[in-house]
């Protein structure tokens, strides 16, 4: 079974810099076609797709926000790590992790972590 | 940048059936992906690769693509069925995109 938890700090201020960790178990980041993806949804809009990180290290990047984004990974503690800098309040948004799968080109979210809400704020 | 539409509602009778499109350019190439999301919880995959059924999810949900249009039909909706559902693809360059999200009304 997979499961997917997503931990980070509730709120941060404006220009602080967001860290986020999803720990993950029942896979393997380092079984080919494997993936970790981030997505977030501010209170009430869209579902927002973030960044992906394969097994291979191959990383992609949501280019409205690639220039604050730095998605890494840690295979030996299951855990994949999202940083975000500059964090301004219209970046308030519940934050989740997904286990993602497909080609590089073509790939999909299957199992979400429940999400954790960061506010930013002064 | 790549972008998918969604109509913003839909609403439905119990028992009708509920269908929410989703049209995007490369459409054509990619595949649809579409998640239900109910209030306050992380969302579910309900149709993957324009028209699969993932396990446990009830046979009432289908899905379809044809040209740029890709469609979530719900047989027979049921007053459980009533949440937000998104569209996803991917675009030519493998970056992923949602659509806004349609709200499904079942009254």
């Known amino acids: 079974q997979i499961t997917l938890k997503e931990s980070g700090p509730k709120l941060v201020k404006p220009t602080q810099t967001l860290t986020l960790t999803c720990t993950f178990s029942g896979f393997s980041l380092s079984t080919s076609g494997v993936g970790v993806g981030w997505i977030r949804q501010p209170p009430g809009k869209a579902l927002e797709w973030l960044a992906l990180?394969?097994?291979?290290?191959?990383?992609r990047y949501s280019p409205s926000l690639k220039s604050r984004l730095t998605i890494t990974k840690d295979t030996s503690k299951n855990q994949v790590v999202l940083t975000m800098t500059n964090m301004d309040p219209v970046d308030t948004a519940t934050y989740y992790c997904a286990h993602t799968q497909g080609m590089t080109t073509s790939y999909y979210m299957d199992v979400w972590g429940k999400g954790t809400t960061v506010t930013v704020s002064s | 940048s790549y972008e998918l539409t969604q109509p913003p509602s839909v609403s439905v009778s119990p028992g009708q059936t509920a269908r929410i499109t989703c049209s995007g350019d490369a459409l054509p190439k990619k595949y649809a992906y579409w998640y239900q999301q109910k209030s306050g919880q992380a969302p579910v995959l309900v149709i993957y690769e324009d028209s699969k059924r993932p396990s446990g999810i009830p046979e009432r949900f289908s899905g379809s693509s044809s040209g740029t249009m890709a469609t979530l039909t719900i047989s027979g909706a049921q007053v459980e069925d009533e949440a937000d559902y998104h569209c996803y693809s991917t675009d030519s360059s493998g970056i992923g995109v949602f659509g806004g999200g349609t709200k499904l009304t079942v009254l």
């Open positions: 990180i394969y097994w291979d290290d191959d990383k």
